[in-house]
């Protein structure tokens, strides 16, 4: 399983567009992703900033995040996988369009 997880960590990487729905809980993520620091528990701290910009939770808030940093509905634990990811690569998936 983690030969098929490696282009999600490094590699060329294209997310599904995201539904109009989605956009404000990304444009919120991509915000503050670009002022947290990656080597701690970015994946909390990015939830909680995003919860509290967006009144997003629970579906409406993880789902979008994940499509938009690992491309996939399912998978290991975020807060497991989100440091894996470089933060410019992670800020790139959340601000594309």
């Known amino acids: 399983e983690a030969a098929e997880w490696e282009g999600v ?3 060329p990487f ?3 567009v995201p539904d109009d729905a989605d956009r ?4 919120a993520a991509a915000v503050a992703a670009a002022g947290l620091v ?4 970015p ?3 990015l ?4 919860k509290e910009a967006t009144g997003a939770k ?3 808030l993880f789902l979008p995040l994940r499509r938009a940093l690992t491309g996939r509905d399912h998978g290991p634990d975020m807060a497991d996988l989100l440091p ?3 933060k410019d690569q992670a800020l790139a998936r959340l601000s594309a369009k």
């Open 47 to 50: 939830t909680g900033a995003v």
């Open 24 to 27: 404000p809980v990304l444009d």
């Open 14 to 16: 294209s997310a599904p």
């Open 38 to 41: 990656w080597e701690a528990d």
């Open 84 to 86: 894996l990811i470089d």
């Open 58 to 60: 629970g579906r409406a």
């Open 9 to 11: 960590f490094d590699g």
């Open 43 to 45: 994946w909390q701290a």
